[in-house]
């Protein structure tokens, strides 16, 4: 089998072996994709053959029937997230389906049950909830992919429209261990300086102050600026600017290899037809014989305009 080989294989045929029963019975697909995950996120045999366990237990998919239950969820919500007891609709709770898919990997994850409502002034809000008897030092990172797969289902759905807003969510873990949970509860406190949910704006604008797209001599900025549709002049314009900056920068190995990027880039864009480019070695180079064939070409279409 499979899946024996690949738990041979990351904790040792022992740990296989005392695990070989619950493989056996080990049908469903939502099973197999619960142990796929717990292979790659659980760092010891112990802390994988509780999962295994927890897997395999009996309730759909190793779920906790308990909490299968709408009113058991809503008894939950009441004690565990008072915040939204007078917020939502009790009578509209309902299950949504578990599988989430990565886009790109297509790799299939499963929270163990999700619950959503309406909210009574609109909208809808999801409970994730994962059951677990003991801690897991990374399940921060488990709960934030796990909540980022469903939102981003959501929005590819086709009932989510242009001006739609995500759902509000709740993750909670439930912790039927023996002793006290001792893993963090939020992502950021696996980082020492990582900001996790944050992303860097790269632009071609050059802005000032807060939230700055780019500095003026930011050669990321100025080489995203010649990608966008502009008219030959500010495209000039740009290419004039990068040749500075290179310059400045005082790399010829750069500078050779901007030269032939973006001599390309322009003769993607059909510049071809209308500037001589090629045979420049540098920056310096495409930058006047662009200009250079421009002034050619303005001067062309005033001569072809005056003799009309």
């Given at each position: 089998m499979?899946l024996?080989?690949q738990?041979?294989?990351?904790?040792?045929?022992?740990?296989?072996?005392r695990?070989?029963?619950?493989?056996?019975?080990?049908s469903?697909?939502?099973?197999?994709?619960?142990?796929?995950?717990?292979?790659?996120?659980?760092?010891?045999?112990?802390e994988?053959?509780?999962?295994m366990?927890?897997?395999?237990?009996?309730?759909?998919?190793?779920?906790?029937?308990?909490?299968?239950?709408?009113?058991?969820?809503?008894?939950?919500?009441?004690?565990?997230?008072?915040?939204w007891a007078?917020?939502?609709?009790f009578?509209?709770?309902?299950?949504?389906?578990?599988e989430l898919?990565?886009?790109?990997?297509?790799?299939?994850?499963?929270?163990?049950?999700?619950?959503?409502?309406?909210?009574?002034?609109?909208?809808?809000?999801?409970?994730?909830?994962?059951?677990?008897?003991?801690?897991?030092?990374f399940?921060?990172?488990r709960?934030t992919?796990?909540t980022?797969l469903a939102?981003?289902?959501?929005?590819?759905?086709?009932?989510?429209?242009?001006?739609?807003?995500?759902?509000?969510?709740?993750?909670?873990?439930?912790?039927?261990?023996?002793g006290?949970?001792?893993?963090?509860?939020r992502?950021?406190?696996?980082?020492?300086?990582?900001?996790?949910?944050?992303?860097?704006?790269?632009s071609?604008?050059?802005?000032?102050?807060?939230?700055a797209?780019?500095?003026?001599?930011?050669?990321?900025?100025?080489v995203?600026?010649?990608?966008r549709?502009q008219?030959?002049?500010?495209?000039?314009?740009?290419?004039a600017?990068?040749?500075r900056?290179?310059r400045?920068?005082?790399?010829p190995?750069l500078?050779?290899f901007?030269?032939?990027?973006?001599r390309?880039?322009?003769?993607s864009?059909?510049?071809?037809?209308?500037?001589?480019?090629?045979g420049?070695?540098?920056m310096d180079?495409?930058?006047?014989?662009?200009?250079?064939s421009l002034?050619?070409?303005?001067?062309?279409?005033?001569?072809?305009?005056g003799?009309e």
């Open positions: 499979v024996r080989r738990i041979t294989h990351r904790f040792g045929e022992e740990t296989a072996a695990l070989a029963k619950q493989l056996a019975g080990l469903s697909p939502e099973g197999i994709d619960r142990i796929t995950d717990a292979l790659f996120e659980c760092g010891t045999d112990d994988f053959i509780e999962r366990r927890t897997a395999c237990s009996p309730g759909s998919g190793g779920r906790t029937p308990d909490f299968a239950d709408r009113r058991m969820i809503e008894i939950l919500i009441r004690n565990h997230v008072p915040e007078n917020r939502i609709r009578t509209t709770l309902r299950q949504e389906p578990t898919v990565a886009g790109k990997t297509l790799q299939t994850r499963h929270p163990d049950i999700i619950w959503a409502a309406d909210i009574i002034d609109g909208g809808r809000v999801l409970f994730l909830i994962e059951l677990r008897r003991k801690p897991e030092r399940m921060p990172l709960t992919t796990n980022a939102l981003e289902e959501i929005a590819a759905g086709p009932d989510f429209g242009p001006g739609d807003t995500l759902p509000e969510f709740v993750y909670l873990v439930v912790y039927h261990g023996d006290p949970w001792s893993g963090p509860d992502v950021t406190d696996l980082f020492r300086r990582s900001d996790p949910g944050r992303f860097r704006l790269v071609w604008r050059e802005e000032k102050g807060e939230g797209g780019r500095p003026a001599d930011d050669i990321t900025g100025l995203l600026g010649l990608a549709s008219p030959l002049e500010d495209m000039a314009a740009q290419v600017a990068l040749a900056t290179i400045e920068h005082g790399d190995g500078d050779a901007m030269a032939d990027r973006v390309t880039l322009l003769e864009r059909d510049c071809k037809k209308t500037l001589r480019l090629r420049a070695k540098t180079e495409l930058a006047e014989r662009f200009q250079r002034d050619e070409l303005v001067q062309a279409r005033q001569d072809g305009s003799t």
